[in-house]
């Protein structure tokens, strides 16, 4: 991705009741999908409003959750009770996850230019840039953020509320300098970020005692911890015959890793023409029937990320493998060593080996 022209930050928002189910595999987070489709909604919103500013990618993060379960061992949704039917049988109740969040999300715009009109999207123009994010924000309010009501912020000292926009310097060392002083307003707070090389990664060590292995396998294996008996680092007898269990793939500083929804693909080679499936959402665009693609995420501190790229999200598409997908530009710091312990190194995957469809 390239380096976008600004970014517009709504910051700690407050959402009531949104969806806590991200797909069919996960939940405790609304899928990232959510968040590009509010952004193209906002876009289209901001339009309508003559603001001339184009959404290109979305950053989020997440600095409160609260999802609504019941507390212990087995956690269960808390579900409504709906009204009775019409000769007084008791209605089916529809499982449904909510949850409160506090979030900000970041995005990447750029200004929608007429021929022969001065640039607008440029430093100096301070007034037109908080016209815009007041805007932005106003509109934003009215609207459905993956599920959940936006309400209004409480005015917090030392903590910046209101929406705002800022340029991107075109030189690479401002635009670091720039990010430094940014990130420190996310803080505290978590940013989801896309890990599609731990996915390779699990991949290549399940293969070397299951040879038949899938990615599939290796997203379900990351899922979860596999607690084992670990060995002294020397293999001396353990004292006392008492052996510690827990999970080689997961030791101390490895980061919050999660399963994560990431796009769709397509079920079929070709998309129906427009107007020829019953009841589609839109009879004027094809249609096409997809599934959940899965791929990993980390939540990441804000303090880092090193640049705008390693926190935004962009959707990309396709055609030929019918492949729907939201990527990111997060890449860790190598680690010491040369990749030769059983675990791939950046040079061993393929993004395009790094996600699974079922």
Same mark, same amino acid.
């Given at each position: 991705m390239t380096q976008p022209q600004a970014i517009l930050v709504l910051p700690h928002l407050r959402i009531q009741s949104a969806n806590a189910i991200a797909s069919p595999l996960t939940h405790g987070f609304p899928s990232i999908t959510a968040f590009t489709g509010l952004m193209w909604a906002l876009e289209r919103k901001l339009t309508q409003a003559e603001v001339p500013l184009r959404l290109q990618a979305v950053g989020v993060v997440c600095h409160h959750h609260q999802e609504q379960v019941t507390q212990g061992y087995v956690r269960s949704f808390n579900l409504t009770r709906n009204p009775v039917d019409k000769d #007084?049988?008791? $209605? =089916?109740? +529809?499982?449904?996850?909510?949850?409160?969040?506090?979030?900000?999300?970041?995005?990447?715009?750029?200004?929608?230019?007429?021929? #022969?009109?001065? $640039? =607008?999207? +440029?430093?100096?123009?301070?007034?037109?840039?908080?016209?815009?994010?007041q805007i932005a924000g106003d509109t934003l309010a009215g609207m459905r953020v993956a599920g959940g009501s936006v309400l209004p912020s409480r005015p917090v000292p030392g903590k910046r509320v209101r929406p705002w926009m800022a340029i991107v310097p075109d030189d690479p060392e401002a635009a670091a300098a720039e990010f430094r002083q940014w990130r420190r307003q996310w803080l505290p707070g978590f940013a989801l970020v896309g890990r599609d090389e731990l996915l390779a990664q699990r991949l290549q060590h399940l293969r070397t005692t299951q040879p038949d292995a899938t990615l599939l396998d290796a997203w379900l294996h990351t899922a979860r911890f596999n607690h084992q008996p670990l060995s002294s680092a020397d293999d001396r007898p353990?004292?006392?015959?008492?052996?510690?269990?827990?999970?080689?793939?997961?030791?101390?500083?490895?980061?919050?890793?999660?399963?994560?929804?990431?796009?769709?693909?397509a079920l079929a080679p070709q998309a129906h023409p427009a107007g020829t499936v019953r009841n589609a959402r839109d009879a004027n665009v094809p249609l096409r029937f997809v599934e959940s693609v899965y791929s990993l995420g980390e939540w990441v501190s804000p303090h880092r990320l090193h640049s705008l790229t390693e926190l935004l999200w962009q959707a990309e598409t396709d055609e030929a493998q019918g492949l729907y997908r939201c990527c990111n530009g997060y890449r860790p710091s190598p680690p010491p060593g040369d990749g030769s312990n059983g675990t791939a190194t950046s040079a061993d995957w393929d993004d395009a080996d790094a996600y699974d469809y079922t």
């Open positions: #007084g049988s008791t $209605a =089916a109740i +529809v499982e449904e996850g909510r949850m409160h969040l506090q979030i900000t999300l970041v995005l990447a715009v750029s200004e929608k230019r007429k021929p #022969g009109t001065p $640039a =607008a999207l +440029v430093q100096g123009n301070d007034a037109q840039q908080a016209d815009w994010a353990v004292p006392d015959g008492k052996v510690a269990w827990g999970d080689p793939l997961r030791p101390k500083g490895s980061g919050w890793v999660v399963p994560i929804p990431v796009g769709y693909a």
